[in-house]
């Protein structure tokens, strides 16, 4: 049964910086589409990145590309998917969720209904 748990949330000032892990066990998911995805107060959940297996290719969410980036440490038992936010502002904060799905294709990249397996979230506060 696979487990995702996100860590390095946290509170910082506009313009800094944050870097998000999440630790994925307990299935293939070197073979699965990898994606953060950001809950602000009161809002509805919203894309943030994702990542395909094997070639690496990399989406973002329209308010956060060019500041945030994805990455991903591939493994059989245990891998790593982490985001580096950069020049972090106020409408960033929120709680920030690790989510992965048994697939390779980037269709849908950004919908949370295709998605499987979910961490429980690591809030980020930015104050201005």
């Known amino acids: 049964q696979g487990q995702l748990v996100e860590s390095g949330g946290g509170l910082v000032q506009a313009g800094e910086s944050l870097r998000l892990s999440c630790e994925a066990s307990?299935?293939?998911?070197?073979?699965?589409?990898m994606a953060w995805f950001r809950q602000p107060p009161g809002k509805e959940r919203e894309f943030v990145a994702g990542?395909?297996?094997?070639?690496?290719?990399?989406?973002?969410g329209d308010s956060v590309a060019g500041r945030f980036t994805i990455s991903r440490d591939d493994a059989k038992n245990t891998m790593y998917l982490h985001l580096q936010m950069n020049s972090l502002k106020p409408e960033d904060t929120a709680v920030y969720f690790c989510?992965?799905?048994?697939?390779?294709?980037?269709?849908?990249?950004?919908?949370?209904?295709?998605?499987?397996?979910w961490g429980q979230g690591t809030q980020v506060t930015v104050a201005s």
């Open positions: 307990g299935h293939r998911f070197d073979r699965d589409v």
């Open positions: 990542i395909t297996p094997f070639n690496f290719k990399t989406y973002y």
């Open positions: 989510a992965a799905r048994p697939s390779q294709s980037a269709i849908e990249i950004g919908a949370p209904p295709t998605y499987n397996y």
